[in-house]
């Protein structure tokens, strides 16, 4: 069994990050950042947007919180926004999701100049993603992808099952799987079967938020298994598939943590570097 380890994906990919932020800087003199739209006081949302500030300068990308109170109005979220699109320095501009209720999110993220949305949230980037043409697509979906490359993992004519259809990681993860050519199956909270569907997969992906969902016993000997899942459970970090049961069984398997999350944030430093090549020909 093969563990698919996450930090050795983001450790690479960040390296070559670092090296291309570090070309921009010299070779054209621009000092790119990456803006993050913080609203509220939304515990989990103030903790990514410091670790992603983190992440962001560890690769020598200059990363600036932009923190607005809970009571903020749409018209002024949508300024900031406006401000942050006509900003030359501003190639990325990631808003913390979930937004106080008050606010339509859609609106705000729709307001996000596509070629800025690293997070690919906006209707125009999900348009180009349905469609194959040139766009940023949602990070963790992109994290598993990673994975995979990095460890030469081919998806075609493989049977994929992906639990979970939410719009940022089943749906974009599903696309990303066809677009590879494997035969893609979506299962959520009303298949029936999820055991026997599970069973016939050679790529089991699972992103719902329920620890040990998935069990040793739904997995053909021998497949690989991503968990994405994220939950705490006795103080603990644990994904959605039960892991020591389901190690073997599977040829290869992801951990939690350390596995999907840890290449998620690199994910959004990738799409920045991507969105400057896309506005110039130095990288
Ligand atoms: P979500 O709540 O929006 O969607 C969950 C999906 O799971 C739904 O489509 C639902 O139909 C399905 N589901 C629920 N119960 C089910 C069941 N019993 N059987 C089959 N399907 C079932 O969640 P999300 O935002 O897609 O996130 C999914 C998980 O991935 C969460 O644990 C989240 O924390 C984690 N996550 C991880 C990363 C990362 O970087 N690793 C990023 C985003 C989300």
Redesign the pocket.
């Known amino acids: 069994m093969q563990l698919l380890n996450g930090k050795d994906v983001a450790a690479f990919h960040g390296k070559r990050i670092a090296r291309q932020i570090q070309v921009v800087r010299e070779k054209k003199g621009i000092d790119p950042e990456l803006a993050i739209v913080v609203v509220g006081d939304d515990a989990p949302s103030v903790m990514y947007a410091a670790s992603m500030k983190r992440t962001a300068e560890s690769v020598g990308l200059n990363a600036r919180i932009c923190q607005e109170k809970e009571g903020v109005g749409e018209d002024e979220l949508l300024l900031l926004i406006d401000r942050l699109n006509e900003d030359p320095a501003v190639f990325g501009i990631l808003l913390m999701m979930p937004l106080p209720k008050s606010i339509d999110s859609q609106r705000i993220i729709n307001r996000i100049d596509s070629s800025k949305d690293v997070d690919g949230l906006t209707d125009a980037n999900i348009a180009n993603l349905y469609t194959g043409r040139e766009g940023f697509v949602p990070?963790?979906p992109q994290?598993v992808m990673a994975i995979l490359d990095y460890y030469h993992i081919s998806l075609s004519g493989k049977e994929v099952v992906i639990?979970?259809?939410?719009?940022?990681?089943?749906k974009p993860l599903a696309q990303l799987c066809l677009s590879r050519n494997a035969t893609v199956t979506v299962?959520?909270?009303?298949?029936n079967d999820?055991k026997a569907v599970c069973q016939r997969a050679d790529v089991i992906m699972?992103?719902?938020?329920?620890a040990g969902?998935v069990t040793g016993d739904m997995i053909k000997p021998g497949a690989v298994v991503i968990d994405?899942?994220?939950?705490r459970v006795n103080g603990k970090t644990v994904?959605?598939v039960a892991f020591e049961d389901a190690a073997l069984r599977a040829g290869a398997i992801t951990p939690?943590p350390g596995?999907?999350?840890a290449?998620?944030?690199m994910m959004i430093l990738e799409n920045v570097v991507c969105g400057i090549a896309r506005t110039d020909t130095i990288l």
């Open positions: 990070c963790t994290a639990i979970g259809r939410s719009h940022v990681v089943g299962c959520h909270s009303r298949t999820l699972a992103a719902v938020g329920k969902l994405v899942g994220i939950n994904g959605d939690v596995g999907v999350g290449v998620t944030t």
